[in-house]
């Protein structure tokens, strides 16, 4: 650590001499280290030293708000209104959520990059951890300033949010006696927990940053009028990427032999109790909830009552086809906008059209369930697993919150004709083959990271090397190969899109094509150019679009970029400056020894018509759930499935429309 101290400082000037800005060594350098041992003090000198005498308030000029964020935090500051430190932080705690979002606002408001990381080392020292850890990775994924940098991963910032306690108290045995020390963790439960089948899902580390991170960049405060532009299709975004957990999470209850996750019902026992085995860093442990228990109404939060009031007026709204707005005109749903216009009132986000009418049926949900544990707050216990993104997908009860929100989508989605025949075609466009390369297996493999920053510690004292290996989820590179046919006479642009879901359901059945295309999950969408005649594609699994690679460890990204510094060369880390999309680890489901049987469809449409940006087969950025604000395809989510189909003939029909079926094989 030393060292790494020492060339920060003999870099800490760097600049892009081309420019005449600070480079994005430097941004990177210096976020790192804002974020290393977030709980101690600074360990980075010019950071320190900024946190020591940077005054927020001097030179107002340097905001777009003309410093306004800034006074109101200093004096929230100066009042003694602020969260003391060494406490607990949820985003859904009113009063810490506006805390954070005021220094939100002042990263957001900041001009250039002196102002950014002085106010960002200064409030360090003075903020909660917790706020100030999401205020910083909100500003750094939605500011300008900071486009082509890395976040670290959560889960060596804060450890533990994502470990088990078990693991924490040896991590901090390990210090206290300066002994290296590699220990293994364990998924929460025991096999006689048939919820252990599946913890491997809910609990990798990738699919917590996965949610956390969607919801950092689609955030339910996001307000356009402040912060400058639109985030588009926000409710649709919110309704996918929770549609897409909860059908893959059902591709891994079957591949495990368990039934799909039944949905949540307020006037029925929660099946499925949860010990988390997981503990706040200051604050105790996560509360636990036991089997069976009946849902209680919330001290301060909501009555049970309150959140069934709220489904019936949304299911009124989809039997009726239109959302009553606030002034009392109606929105109509019947129609592709439809389910944008109810996720942004599910969620409910500062985009729904009534949340005094419609309530926020999904943040309240989450508090509510996360509450059973001590419901009327007599135990005085800290928020459970469903009050932090980090944190929710541990609990099996997130699965079963979700499919009773994605029961009630699929009521619209159902209300909506079916495509025609017409609406489906590309004229022209024909796959004459379509199959995979390699085989379709999955394995687990031990994956490690750093526990360092779970354990207090003193500069006078080094580090030791401390980390935790746990099984993750992990398949065989793969290729789809996809023939086909242009018999136009000029080159067209095309949108490929991939989808599989489970070929037989828990009793063995064959899903018709219409349950089975609800239960689709996203393999992969990408655009490409077709020349007249014969085109032959081969698109490869690591490629998919759907999916990101894991962030880099910690030292990692340290290491490259004190490299960088030393020698004055370009940072380069592109291929890791989104984590919004699923690991690409978990592109395919376990499936089992046996094989278990899946239908893959590839669906072809026209890439022009499509197309909400241009050049869109030269991009390489992940756009996935559209890049600050912009979504590139014009197609709802799930489309050409996001419809109901009467007649599955009509697809099998359809010359730009293929359906296989594979096995996708789990190696023990």
């Known amino acids: 650590m030393k060292v790494l101290v020492l060339c920060a400082l003999l870099a800490a000037a760097a600049a892009d001499s081309s420019s005449g800005d600070v480079s994005t060594a ?51 500051l100066k009042d003694g209104r602020l969260l003391e430190q060494k406490h607990w932080f949820s985003l859904f705690n009113n009063r810490q959520r506006a805390e954070a979002l005021l220094l939100y606002d002042v990263l957001e408001h900041s001009k250039d990059w002196k102002t950014f990381v002085g106010n960002a080392a200064y409030f360090r020292d003075h903020v909660n951890e917790g706020e100030f850890v999401y205020a910083l990775y909100a500003a750094v994924i939605h500011s300008s300033l900071t486009e082509d940098i ?100 059902d591709a891994e209850r079957l591949s495990n032999l368990l039934n799909p996750v039944d949905e949540l019902y307020w006037d029925k026992p929660i099946t499925e109790g949860f010990a988390p085995h997981t503990t706040y860093k200051y604050g105790g442990y996560f509360p636990s909830r036991p089997d069976n228990k009946e849902f ?35 929105i109509d749903i019947l129609n592709s906008h439809g389910i944008d216009v109810l996720g942004d009132i599910i969620e409910s986000s500062t985009y729904s059209p009534n949340a005094g009418y419609y309530g926020s049926l999904h943040n309240t949900a989450h508090i509510v369930l996360g509450r059973q544990g ?29 499919k009773y929100m994605d029961n009630i989508f699929r009521e619209h989605r159902d209300s909506l004709p079916p495509y025609t025949k017409e609406e489906l075609l590309f004229p022209g466009v024909e796959i004459e083959n379509f199959c995979t390369s390699g085989l379709l297996q999955t394995y687990f493999e031990d994956f490690e990271y750093s526990l360092i920053n779970a354990v207090d510690d003193t500069v006078d004292i080094d580090d030791v090397e401390i980390s935790t290996y746990i099984p993750r989820l992990n398949h065989e590179d793969f290729t789809f190969n996809i023939d086909i046919d242009n018999h136009n006479d000029h080159e067209v642009l095309t949108t490929v899109r991939i989808f599989g879901w489970p070929h037989k359901d828990n009793n063995g059945l064959e899903y018709s094509f219409n349950d089975g295309r609800w239960n689709a999950i996203e ?34 990204l340290m290491d490259r970029t004190e490299e960088a510094l030393s020698n004055g060369r370009k940072l380069d880390l592109h291929e890791y400056v989104s984590a919004l999309g699923l690991p690409n680890r978990f592109l395919l489901p376990k499936g089992n020894n046996q094989g278990l049987e899946f239908d893959i469809v590839v669906a072809l449409t026209d890439g022009e018509a499509d197309a909400a940006v241009d050049d869109l087969h030269t991009n390489t950025k992940f756009n996935h759930y559209g890049y600050r604000g912009v979504y590139p395809d014009k197609r709802p989510h799930g489309y050409p499935l996001d419809r109901r189909v009467d007649d599955e003939r009509i697809f099998h029909r359809l010359p730009n429309f293929k359906e296989i079926t594979v096995k996708l094989f789990h190696r023990d």
Do not use: C
């Open 296 to 330: 209680s109404d919330v001290e301060g939060v909501a009555h049970i009552r309150d959140l069934v009031i709220y489904e019936n007026r949304i299911r009124d709204a989809i039997a009726h086809g239109y959302v009553t707005a606030k002034d009392g005109s109606t």
């Open 26 to 76: 430097q941004k990177q350098h210096d976020i790192n280290f804002l974020l290393f041992k977030v709980y101690e003090v600074h360990r980075d000198a010019n950071l320190k030293q900024l946190g020591e005498t940077f005054n927020p308030e001097a030179d107002t000029s340097h905001y777009t708000d003309d410093g306004a964020a800034a006074h109101k935090l200093v004096k929230e």
């Open 523 to 556: 393999l992969d969408k990408f655009w490409i150019k077709l020349k007249p005649g014969e085109n032959k594609i081969h698109r490869k699994s690591r490629d998919s679009s759907v999916t990101v690679p894991d962030i880099p460890e910690f030292h990692y």
């Open 150 to 249: 890395v976040l670290p991963p959560l889960y060596e910032v804060t450890p533990h949010l994502f470990t088990n306690g078990e693991v924490i108290e040896k991590a901090y045995r390990a210090k206290m006696t300066q002994t290296p020390g590699k220990f293994k963790s364990d998924f929460t439960g025991s096999k006689s927990n048939p919820e252990q089948r599946v913890a491997y899902f809910g609990e990798d580390i990738g699919m917590n940053t996965h949610h956390v991170t969607w919801h950092l960049e689609f955030p339910f405060w996001w307000d356009d009028a402040h912060e400058g532009h639109h985030l588009d299709r926000k409710g649709e975004n919110f309704f996918w990427v929770h549609h897409q957990l909860t059908v893959r999470f």
């Open 374 to 402: 001590d419901p009327q707050g007599k135990y005085d216990l800290p928020p459970g697993v469903l009050e932090h993104f980090e944190t929710s997908t541990r609990d099996p009860a997130f699965f079963r919150l979700h």
